[in-house]
T-cell receptor, first 112, second 116 residues
């Protein structure tokens, strides 16, 4: 099935560093979402974006909906050990409740 | 509020055997989804229910996979017979309903299937 282009595939950083990851698509989406998945658990929603150009924060996390509607990025500031996990972007073409298309994920490792 | 419940959490079976996964969505959530997550990949939709009706099952391999959502609450996903390539995590998610602004999907912990 189709998946979004998410990069980088993995990141190894020191505690306190900032992190940036992005997601691109050849198709337009009307919603972009960012999820975090811990080992053995399901994805947990971090941030939802509904308008092109929208910039939204959730604590140390900030995400933006690209103006072309074909991309999104997620920034994590001042990383801490509990930020470790896999971060997925997801896009939706149609109305809320319809199918999400996910990226392959960015695996974040944080050393203290 | 209880989250999406899935069982079993882990299942190991021999190939050609049948297997079933169960999901109980968040109370009041009309839409239920089954996703397949292969190792190193993001989730991919298998089927979406609006109440009892399967409204999007285009990605469900119907030769061996089946799903049902009787009474519009709990759902069961079945594979018969299982193949080696079916080894993956099967995620269930639920949401309030299609078209509700800001209505996003909440995921269960998944069932990790290993086919030997």
């Amino acid at each position: 099935g189709q998946q979004l282009n998410q990069s980088p595939q993995s990141m190894f950083i020191q505690e306190g560093e900032d992190v940036s990851m992005n997601c691109t698509s050849s198709s337009i989406f009307n919603t972009w979402l960012w999820y975090k998945q811990d080992p053995g658990e399901g994805p947990v929603l971090l941030i939802a974006l509904y308008k092109a150009g929208e910039l939204t924060s959730n604590g140390r996390l900030t995400a933006q909906f690209g103006i072309t509607r074909k991309d999104s990025f997620l920034n994590i500031s001042a990383s801490i050990p509990s930020d470790v996990g896999i971060y997925f972007c997801a896009g939706r073409r149609y109305q809320a409740g319809t199918a999400l298309i996910f990226g392959k994920g960015t695996t974040l490792s944080v050393s203290s | 509020e209880a989250g999406v419940v899935q069982s079993p959490r882990y299942k190991i079976i021999e190939k050609k055997q049948p297997v079933a996964f169960w999901c109980n969505p968040i109370s009041g959530h009309n839409t239920l989804y089954w996703y397949l997550q292969n190792l190193g990949q993001g989730p991919e939709l298998l089927i979406r229910y609006e109440n009892e009706e399967a409204v999007d099952d285009s990605q469900l391999p119907k030769d061996r996979f089946s799903a049902e959502r009787l009474k519009g609450v709990d759902s069961t996903l079945k594979i018969q017979p299982a193949e080696l390539g079916d080894s993956a995590v099967y995620l269930c998610a639920s949401s309030l309903g299609t078209g509700v602004p800001g209505n996003e999907q909440f995921f269960g912990p998944g069932t990790r299937l290993t086919v030997l």
